[in-house]
């Protein structure tokens, strides 16, 4: 998927994205949790799956 979608990768091979609104590189395209991070703790892709919620809500409402 991220070369199919030609997405910006982070050096740990994971989808490279905002830390604070989880934009990736292609516009309306968000990513959270493992996605972002790596392989990490669940309570990490709770939290930020929360957090891309707020920031995809944020986005759509402009």
Do not use: C
């Not at 949790?33 to 929360?50: F, K, N, T, Y």
């Amino acid at each position: 998927m991220i070369e199919e979608f030609k997405l910006a990768q982070a050096p740990n091979g994971s989808i490279a994205a905002d830390d604070s609104s989880y934009a990736t590189s292609l516009p309306g395209v968000f990513a959270a949790g493992d996605a972002r991070r790596g392989q990490s703790l669940v309570v990490w892709a709770i939290a930020e799956g929360r957090g891309a919620a707020h920031a995809v809500d944020k986005f759509l409402q402009k």
